[in-house]
């Protein structure tokens, strides 16, 4: 004779396992409101200072698509962190890294080849290195296949100007 009553509980486990699951991936990556400040690192832009911000970049990225440039950023986001004092994931938190020269925040291990680069990073550069980083600087530590369509470089990119404090 079968036991209904286990089954049940298989399966109102395997349920409340889901729904932890949909939960965790659900929750926003970003989004101002979304990302709890603390005392050591900072938080994203609300939506209006996200507004104000892109305005002030220079074109094209000033016309870009934050809300693309926010959802093609999560597939950067497995490995790096934006807000100011984020961790070091598997790549460096990006939070200045505009002007800054590349491989050089000094708690992260870069690979020699992105050190050797001489670059400073500006949107072009980042354009180039995330359309094909293993082509932009073979022998590259960062993993990512390339993200081939422009507009989605541009909104990325607009984005990550907007996030990590970008100065003209
Ligand atoms: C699989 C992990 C991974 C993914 C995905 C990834 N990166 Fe990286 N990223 C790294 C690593 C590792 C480095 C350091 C590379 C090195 O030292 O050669 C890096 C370096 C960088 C740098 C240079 C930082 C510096 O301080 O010089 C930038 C800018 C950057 N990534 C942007 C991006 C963007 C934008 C995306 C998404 C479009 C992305 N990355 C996706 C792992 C990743």
Known sequence: MRNPGLTFAVVAI?????????????????GG??????????????????????????????????????????????????????PNMTGPNLHGVFGRKAGSKADFKYSDVLKATGWTWDPQHVDTWITDPKVAAPGTKMTFAGLKDPKDRTDVIAWLMVQTGYKP
């Open 14 to 30: 395997a349920a409340a396992a889901l729904a932890a699951c949909n939960k965790s991936a659900t929750q926003p990556a970003s």
């Open 33 to 86: 409101t979304a990302a709890a400040p603390s005392a050591s690192t900072g938080s994203l832009l609300s939506d209006d200072e996200a507004k104000k911000a892109l305005a002030a970049l220079p074109a094209p990225y000033n016309t870009a698509d934050l809300s693309n440039g926010e959802s093609k950023f999560a597939l950067c986001s497995t490995c790096h962190t934006v807000v100011e004092g984020g």
